[in-house]
């Protein structure tokens, strides 16, 4: 069942991406650029592989392999993070003229895909504990997202979000400040997650067959 509800789900994710970018297209509003420049969809696009392969893998074993774990830990904090960051700072913008979509494809990306995806790492069987040392694997991409992000507004003048902006109120301060806190937030939540997945192991995982 749990391999079955994956492969739905990343099924959906992928839908709501092609719904956006067919969207787009026909109003004449696609940016690929722009688009694949966001945060939210190269997060998303990583999930739907994940997911499906995720799904493949539990129909065939018992248990998920410990790299496919450390994956999954690291894209449920992307996950969540785009949906508390979209939900708290986001949502409520006021429009700047530019194409507004359909709305279903962005629910689906920033509310429930990341609440369904919190709900597998919870749910789930079969997955291995993690070590803590396993945490910082979960920062690799969003800093090399963010270096791009950085580099290119600076040299282009277009941001991926407002709060990356330093032309917007608050300037570098705000930005440093923004990106200490989603930081901290993508570390909680992989601290959480890797806490979940060690609850009630009394073997460390380091010990554990496959997980050195």
């Known amino acids: 069942m749990v391999g079955v509800l994956r492969i739905l789900l990343a099924l959906l994710v992928l839908a709501a991406i092609v719904t956006q970018i067919t ?7 696609f940016d690929p650029a722009a688009y694949f ?16 392969v995720g ?8 248990a998920e392999p410990e790299l496919l774990a450390r994956v999954r830990m690291s894209t449920l904090a992307y996950a969540v993070i785009t949906g508390v960051v979209y939900n ?6 006021p429009a700047d003229g530019s194409f507004v979509g359909l709305d279903w494809p962005n629910e689906v990306l920033h509310v429930w895909a990341p609440a369904l995806i919190l709900l597998d790492w919870l749910l789930a069987p079969g997955r291995p504990a993690l070590a803590w040392k396993r945490i910082w694997f979960a920062l690799i991409y969003p800093l090399a997202w963010l270096a791009y992000a950085l580099l290119r507004g600076t040299f282009t003048d277009w941001w991926t979000y407002p709060f990356l902006n330093p032309g917007e109120p608050g300037g570098w301060p705000s930005v440093v400040l923004y990106i200490l806190v989603i930081a901290v937030v993508i570390v909680a939540i992989s601290a959480i997650a890797i806490g979940l997945s060690r ?3 009394r073997t460390p995982p380091e010990l554990e067959p496959g997980l050195a």
């Not at 969207?23 to 509003?29: E, F, G, K, S």
């Not at 799904?55 to 018992?62: F, T």
Request: hydrophobic share 60%; proline share 0%; net charge positive.
């Open 23 to 29: 969207d787009q297209i026909l109003n004449d509003a």
């Open 55 to 62: 799904g493949v893998l539990a129909l065939r074993l018992a």
């Open 37 to 52: 420049g966001y945060f939210t969809i190269q997060s998303s696009l990583m999930n739907v592989v994940v997911l499906f």
């Open 199 to 201: 609850l009630g192991r």
């Open 88 to 93: 708290l700072l986001l949502r409520n913008l």
